[in-house]
């Protein structure tokens, strides 16, 4: 390909409404650009890269004895609301109706699609197991698009969904996948982490997400010091720490605490650490009030909560449901006397005389005790982890905290749509079963991205070479002197005789103008055809990620392009 008749729209300065590095590289690199909040265009560039990262899938996904198909985008409401999503669902669904009125939405997943087409078509345990997947655009009204790619209204993602006899199966195609994407990633040049994650609103038994370290990741994952557990902060366990407090129990103190509300303040006016302290929550599940207790310093883990009390909504109260609740304004809640229903994270057990508002205004509670002062009707993990807490797998590992990027999740869905949707198949003995489902996502454009985040430095992008747009950019530095032009067509039909996916720069700029560009782009061969170094018949070699530079022949140069490339192939 030749850079003066190609598109590829670098600019100079950093676009001010892209706050994280791959969205300002990909766009001064020409790869993207935006139409509307969260829809972008793919330019040459970057979906060169979608493409590579999407081949890398399809060939791991066909290993994996998935077969490719391709659904449609536009989905009828019926069949969600034969799921019952079509009202679990709000405006991230976006709906519409076609010319006779009839309702669609755009599709944000295609669960209900592919269940329709699978029990119209399996009749027979004979015809399982089956994996169907596609590679698609997909809509989700997000209420905040942003990062770029990161976070789009519209994108392209890998979406496979495994049909099974029964669980033990089904486990098989889960695991099947597991394997096919730790390849893909790895294939793509990432470093990442499988973890455990929630099954969240998919429902499902078991999930797992694959994160992609980077510091703007937006999800916290922990993982082990000692053993491979890994977990998203959102379904990372806290083991109860064996050790409870010795003290005996003191009598129970009124204090004044004159507007001290938060913890920070409470644990400071009375000289006492935020770990001493337990702090009552109100919040409305499916709209009755539940108060969870966690000692101060810990967090609330709403997801933890809402699994366990097994309710559709969960939020914290206003000020004037706290009022009703506990008798006192924001910040003085306790449990003592309260006739709600109590919820206490595991950490709460052990502690020993210890301080809780009064449920009074500007009064807290010392010497507070559990059975004595009050009872509680549940005690379960509520809390966030946090750094250094004690691996819940092994005995001996503390917890790391990351962050990190989802580029995909693979999750058990179990027989959730199968029966909402009576996908069955007869089995041996002509008895109707119900279908076991999984489904396993990958964001295509995010894995892009995510690849960036993880590859990139002052100059630009540094793309790992099975994702990179092209894997050798030739510099010529004046196609006007006739020595640069002959070596540099004489190369570049080498590279491109070999296969070499090579960009030839032979546009009319000055040197330095090209090589910023070709930083930028993240190319990860550079040969640079100059007519100082042609006289002593040489070219300059450059590795974008390590910087080395070579002088070679030209014959040289183009051998070690050909190595380089099938190494990092193979
Ligand atoms: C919706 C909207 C947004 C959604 C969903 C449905 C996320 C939804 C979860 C999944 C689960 C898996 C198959 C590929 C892998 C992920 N956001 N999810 O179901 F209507 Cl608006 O998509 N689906």
Known sequence: MRYSQYFIPTVKETPSDAEVISHQLMLRGGMIRKLAAGVYNYLPLGLRSIRKVENIVREEMNRAGAIELLMPTVQPAELWQESGRWEQYGKELLRFRDRKDTEFCLGPTHEEVITDLVRREVKSYRQLPINLYQIQGKFRDEIRPRFGLMRGREFIMKDAYSFDVDEKAADISYDKMYQAYRRIFERCGLKFRAVEADTGSIGGSWSHEFMVLAESGEDAIVSCTACDYAANVEKAEARQSAVSEHADPRDLEKVATPDK??????????????????????????????????????????????????????????????????????????????????????????????????????????????????????????????????????????????????????????????????????????????????????????????????????????????????????????????????????????????????????????????????????????????????????VELKCRRSGEVELLSMADAVEKVKAAVNTALK
């Open 261 to 538: 509300k938060s913890i920070e303040e409470v644990a400071s006016f009375l000289a006492v650490h935020e770990s001493s302290l337990v702090k009552t929550l109100v919040l409305l599940a499916d709209n009755e009030p539940v108060v969870a207790l966690l000692r101060g310093d810990h967090e609330l883990n709403e997801i933890k909560l809402k699994n366990i009390l097994g309710c559709d909504t969960l939020e914290m109260a206003g000020e004037e449901v706290v009022v009703k609740v506990t008798g006192a304004p924001t910040g003085f809640a306790g449990p003592v006397g309260l006739k709600a229903k109590i919820i206490a994270d595991l950490a709460v057990q052990g502690m020993k005389n210890f301080v809780t508002g009064a449920n009074a205004k500007d009064l807290h509670l010392k010497n507070v005790n559990l059975g004595r002062d009050f009872n509680v009707t549940t005690f379960a993990d509520i809390r966030n982890v946090v750094l250094g807490d004690p691996c819940p797998r092994c005995e001996s590992g503390t917890l790391e905290m990351w962050r990190g990027i989802e580029v995909g999740h693979v999750f058990k869905l179990g027989t959730k749509y199968s029966k909402a949707m009576k996908a069955t198949y007869l089995d041996a003995d002509g008895k109707e079963q119900i279908i076991f489902m999984g489904c396993y996502g990958i964001g295509i454009g995010r894995t892009v991205a995510a690849c960036i985040e993880q590859n990139h430095d002052e100059n630009g992008i540094i793309f790992p070479l099975p994702i990179a747009p092209f894997h050798c950019i030739i510099s010529a530095l004046n196609m006007k002197e006739d020595v640069v032009r002959e070596a540099s067509e004489a190369i570049y039909g080498q590279l491109a005789a070999a296969g070499i996916e090579v960009l030839l720069d032979d546009r009319d700029e000055r040197p330095g103008f090209k090589f910023k560009d070709a930083d930028l782009i993240g190319i990860p061969l550079r040969i640079v055809v100059g007519s100082k170094n042609l006289a002593d018949g040489k």
